[in-house]
């Protein structure tokens, strides 16, 4: 049995990035930037008005002149209108270029028009460049918009499409098998009998892989059946870079997973975890297809703390995510030393105070197979084996990913 962080280093050391692919901007959400983009224009290209109201010349506010008859309308998407006597103005619209002869920019509010003249209010705050946001103030021309391995958000393909990169280099998505095991699962659509259970991992994996943007090819449920799971596993294997096993990894006599695995030529690089929940956690590649074989316990509170603490975290660095993933919050509780020395997950929910301060505070279960008390919270905390104070900051997995 290994360490978590035992764990997290053999399992990060195995990684084989991914191939790149070139995508369209709208596929490109959730995916891992593999290139840097550059500018090819200032932004904004222009002085750009950055609200509605009319363009003077500054000095004329200075030397003291608050009456400007107008010259006519600046619009956005037109050609920059010339002032044409410095006495006057231009109505602009936010958006539009700042015309020439112009350097300040007064709101409609502060405004009043009277017999075909611009009236200023009196004592209104304003300076040279006033609502404007100046040419290239964001970027230059051939400078970095953006950088390579970072996790492609709407915020970055609004950059990318501003400065006209219509196809970007992304990690290529990892083909991805989900497989449940277990004779006591059956359908949710199916009314089990009373011994049986609805399947409910499978569903809980997949809504967390696409959710950080890794979608899922293969979804089976294979029953506890050693040649079943043998014939299922040869094909698998060829036929996807990524398995995530829910259940078959325990000491039960039915937990055909590991000796499969064996006889299929995966390297099991680890069987074992000194962790709560989850501690027959298991992690394996093949070495010839490259096929990384992830083994979660089947109690669905264990499955998916493992998911979360190990599996995405190594599907982002497969995909060059560069930033680190751990986040950490502050805990509202003292939480006393594991008397076994296991490393442990808590379910947290996120509390705020009356100064804004959010906390982590635990959740009440009736053990892993409580998923039921997982609604309740946020997201979970990794507690080192000698406990932690109240006030200390712990690493925090959000349920959300976010």
């Known amino acids: 049995m290994v360490t978590v962080h035992e764990a997290e280093t053999l399992l990060f050391d195995k990684l084989t990035p991914l191939s790149p692919e070139r995508v369209s901007l709208s596929k490109a959400c959730g995916r891992i930037l593999l290139e840097p983009i550059l ?3 200032a932004l904004p290209p222009f002085d750009r008005v950055a609200m509605d109201g009319i363009a003077v010349s500054f000095s004329q506010l200075e030397s003291g002149r608050h009456r400007f008859f107008s010259n006519g309308i600046q619009r956005a998407g037109e050609p920059c209108l010339q002032l044409r006597d410095s006495e006057g103005c231009l109505e602009v619209m936010t958006g539009a270029p700042l015309p ?51 996790r492609l958000l709407p915020t970055h ?61 293969t979804n089976r449920h294979l029953r506890d ?10 094909m698998l294997l060829i036929t996807h870079d990524v398995l995530i096993f829910s259940g078959g990894v325990s000491k039960g006599r039915f937990d055909f ?32 297809c490259g096929a990384l074989v992830f083994g979660l316990p089947g109690n669905p509170i264990s499955c998916l703390v493992a998911l979360y603490r190990y599996v995405v975290p190594a599907l982002f660095r497969m995909s060059g995510l560069v930033k680190p993933l751990e986040k950490r919050v502050l805990m509202s509780e003292t939480v006393m030393a594991a008397k076994n020395g296991f490393v442990r997950f808590l ?13 982590a505070k635990i959740t009440n279960s009736n053990g892993s197979g409580d998923f039921l008390s997982l609604t309740h919270s946020d997201g979970f905390v990794e507690v080192p084996a ?16 976010v």
């Open 39 to 41: 500018a090819d224009r």
């Open 100 to 150: 020439g002869g112009c350097d300040c920019v007064i709101p409609y509010e502060d405004v009043e028009f009277i017999d075909n003249h611009f009236l200023v209010k009196k004592r209104i705050q304003t300076s040279f460049l006033k609502n404007v946001h100046p040419l290239g103030a964001d970027i230059k021309a051939g400078e970095g918009a953006l950088e390579p391995g970072i």
């Open 157 to 217: 393909l609004a950059v990318a499409a501003a400065v006209g990169a219509t196809t970007l280099a992304v990690s290529r998505q990892p083909a991805i098998g989900v497989i449940s095991t277990g004779n006591e699962l059956v359908s949710p659509e199916t009314i089990p009998l009373p011994y049986q259970i609805r399947q409910s991992n499978s569903f809980a994996i997949q809504s967390c892989l696409i959710s950080h943007g890794f979608p899922v090819r």
């Open 225 to 234: 059946n050693e040649e079943i799971i043998r014939d299922a596993l040869g």
């Open 257 to 288: 997973l590991p000796d499969a695995l064996k006889d299929g030529k995966v390297h099991i690089v680890f069987h074992g975890v000194n962790q709560k929940p989850g501690k027959p956690f298991l992690f394996g590649i093949h070495p010839s």
């Open 347 to 359: 379910p947290v929910k996120l509390v705020g105070d009356a100064s804004g301060r959010w906390s």
């Open 386 to 401: 000698e406990g932690a104070s109240n006030g200390a900051w712990l690493p925090y997995f959000s349920w959300s990913g």
